[in-house]
């Protein structure tokens, strides 16, 4: 089988808009990481004919195909037929199949409707890959020309988990050079600043290649070298990045910065609240999404106006009227109330005007002042974006976060 991939998605929402095809997105990535080249990315709609049209159109260079969607048990979801039919297959009903998905429902405290009978109708042409987060298996076809057809559900948790415990093992198997990818996650620095610090420095790795990903949480850093030099080279670019980019680093591999947060709160045996206001709780939603955070943050407050402000976190009237509510004394009154308030160690608080209205001249939309306190520092920044109101909102998450992972370290 060639370690050549392409990634077909199925489903008219994603074609309408409507749904980010984010599938095809990390299944890029992880194929990458196992040095498996994508030729082409497919999205297409739920019907027979498109379906068959891209199967027909495979390159002859693929050995690996990934279909996502379609694998649900309503009338719209007609892959798993389709590409059974296409192989020479027909579809069987599995007894034991059903079992699983009654239990998984009943666990669920929900009735069995008989359309999920459908999901279990198997191929008998094809391998089952267990789904341990829904109803709709995985399945494995094998074609004349000896390609991988993946089918895998379009609900991205059960995709992940899929290809994490049955795909990616398969894939781990297959010859050829091996490689390593190093993930290098930096925020509070622009791509170009990036390039600037690192782009002359990196003619000393030649053998290093070299990915920028800009989102808007930072910029990734992704560092791809082959298996059989990572003893003599890692260790060196590790110190180079870390010498240009300082503490713009904060962590390697994939974890989210609250996740960093997170350990450092425990390590020290610190907890944390958070007082937010032109975030609209995004900043505590970021923290509850990490397993285990309970025992680090207590409590979030959304105190959205001026009114919530002063009788929730005591902030002082007279504040508020000489200096407004998006300035730095009233995030520092914000922050310590909520951590006097709380009985935390640290807090965190943040205030601005995230837009499209509200400006002024001295403080135009976009102007956001932070503030952390832990027990030995207290620290306030004063930041402007212009990247629209839903976006201003994540970049302030982002740039809050951060001050208090630096106040950490």
């Given at each position: 089988?060639?370690?050549?991939?392409?990634?077909?998605?199925?489903?008219?929402?994603?074609?309408?808009?409507?749904?980010?095809?984010?599938?095809?997105?990390?299944?890029t990535?992880?194929?990458?990481?196992?040095?498996?080249p994508?030729?082409?990315?497919?999205?297409?709609?739920?019907?027979?004919?498109?379906?068959?049209?891209?199967?027909?159109?495979?390159?002859?260079?693929?050995?690996?195909?990934?279909?996502?969607?379609?694998?649900?048990?309503t009338?719209?979801?007609?892959?798993k037929?389709?590409?059974?039919?296409?192989?020479?297959g027909?579809?069987?009903?599995s007894?034991?199949?059903?079992?699983?998905?009654?239990?998984?429902?009943?666990?669920?405290?929900?009735?069995?409707?008989?359309?999920?009978?459908?999901?279990?109708?198997?191929?008998?042409?094809?391998?089952?890959?267990?789904?341990?987060m829904?109803?709709?298996?995985?399945?494995?076809?094998?074609?004349?020309k000896g390609?991988?057809?993946y089918l895998v559900?379009?609900?991205?948790?059960?995709?992940?988990?899929?290809?994490?415990?049955?795909?990616?093992?398969?894939?781990?198997?297959?010859?050829?050079?091996?490689?390593?990818?190093?993930?290098?996650?930096?925020?509070?620095?622009?791509?170009?600043?990036?390039?600037d610090?690192?782009?002359?420095?990196?003619?000393?790795?030649?053998?290093?290649?070299?990915?920028?990903?800009?989102?808007?949480y930072?910029?990734?850093?992704?560092?791809?070298v082959?298996?059989?030099?990572?003893g003599?080279?890692?260790?060196?670019?590790?110190?180079?990045?870390?010498?240009?980019?300082?503490?713009?680093?904060?962590t390697?591999?994939?974890?989210?910065?609250?996740?960093i947060?997170?350990?450092?709160?425990?390590?020290?045996?610190?907890?944390?609240?958070?007082?937010?206001?032109?975030?609209?709780?995004?900043?505590?939603?970021?923290?509850t999404?990490?397993p285990?955070?309970?025992?680090?943050?207590?409590?979030?407050?959304?105190?959205?106006?001026?009114?919530?402000?002063?009788?929730?976190l005591?902030?002082?009237?007279?504040?508020?009227?000489?200096?407004?509510?998006?300035?730095?004394?009233?995030?520092?009154?914000?922050?310590r109330?909520?951590?006097?308030?709380?009985?935390?160690?640290?807090?965190l608080s943040?205030?601005?005007?995230?837009?499209p209205?509200?400006g002024?001249?001295?403080?135009?939309?976009?102007?956001?002042?932070?503030?952390a306190?832990?027990?030995?520092?207290?620290?306030?920044?004063?930041?402007?974006?212009?990247?629209?109101?839903?976006?201003?909102?994540?970049?302030a998450?982002?740039?809050?976060?951060?001050?208090l992972?630096?106040?950490?370290l």
């Amino acid at each position: 089988m060639k370690s050549i991939a392409e990634i077909i998605t199925i489903g008219d929402e994603i074609l309408a808009g409507a749904t980010l095809d984010t599938n095809a997105h990390w299944l890029t990535g992880e194929l990458v990481t196992l040095n498996i080249p994508v030729l082409r990315r497919h999205t297409i709609s739920d019907r027979t004919e498109e379906i068959l049209h891209v199967l027909r159109s495979l390159s002859d260079d693929t050995g690996i195909v990934i279909l996502t969607g379609g694998l649900g048990p309503t009338r719209d979801d007609i892959t798993k037929k389709t590409v059974t039919e296409y192989f020479g297959g027909k579809l069987i009903f599995s007894e034991s199949l059903f079992q699983e998905i009654q239990e998984k429902l009943k666990h669920r405290n929900r009735t069995i409707p008989e359309s999920n009978r459908e999901q279990a109708m198997i191929p008998d042409n094809a391998r089952i890959l267990p789904n341990p987060m829904g109803t709709a298996a995985g399945l494995c076809f094998k074609d004349k020309k000896g390609r991988h057809v993946y089918l895998v559900p379009g609900v991205p948790e059960e995709m992940k988990s899929i290809f994490n415990e049955s795909i990616r093992p398969e894939l781990t198997k297959l010859p050829g050079e091996k490689i390593r990818v190093f993930i290098y996650k930096t925020t509070g620095i622009m791509e170009s600043e990036i390039v600037d610090r690192i782009d002359e420095g990196l003619n000393d790795f030649p053998m290093v290649k070299v990915g920028y990903y800009p989102s808007v949480y930072g910029v990734n850093l992704k560092m791809t070298v082959k298996e059989n030099e990572v003893g003599t080279v890692e260790p060196r670019l590790r110190d180079f990045l870390y010498n240009r980019l300082g503490d713009t680093i904060y962590t390697e591999g994939d974890r989210d910065i609250t996740e960093i947060i997170a350990e450092k709160l425990t390590t020290r045996g610190w907890t944390l609240s958070v007082a937010e206001s032109c975030t609209g709780g995004l900043i505590s939603h970021r923290l509850t999404d990490i397993p285990g955070i309970s025992k680090v943050f207590t409590e979030g407050l959304l105190t959205y106006s001026n009114e919530a402000k002063i009788r929730r976190l005591g902030v002082s009237v007279n504040t508020l009227k000489k200096h407004g509510a998006v300035s730095e004394e009233t995030v520092i009154e914000m922050a310590r109330g909520i951590r006097q308030k709380s009985g935390t160690d640290t807090a965190l608080s943040v205030s601005g005007i995230a837009g499209p209205a509200g400006g002024t001249r001295e403080k135009p939309v976009g102007t956001v002042w932070i503030c952390a306190l832990t027990p030995e520092k207290e620290k306030t920044i004063r930041i402007q974006f212009n990247k629209g109101r839903h976006m201003n909102k994540h970049f302030a998450s982002q740039a809050a976060l951060n001050l208090l992972r630096k106040l950490l370290l």
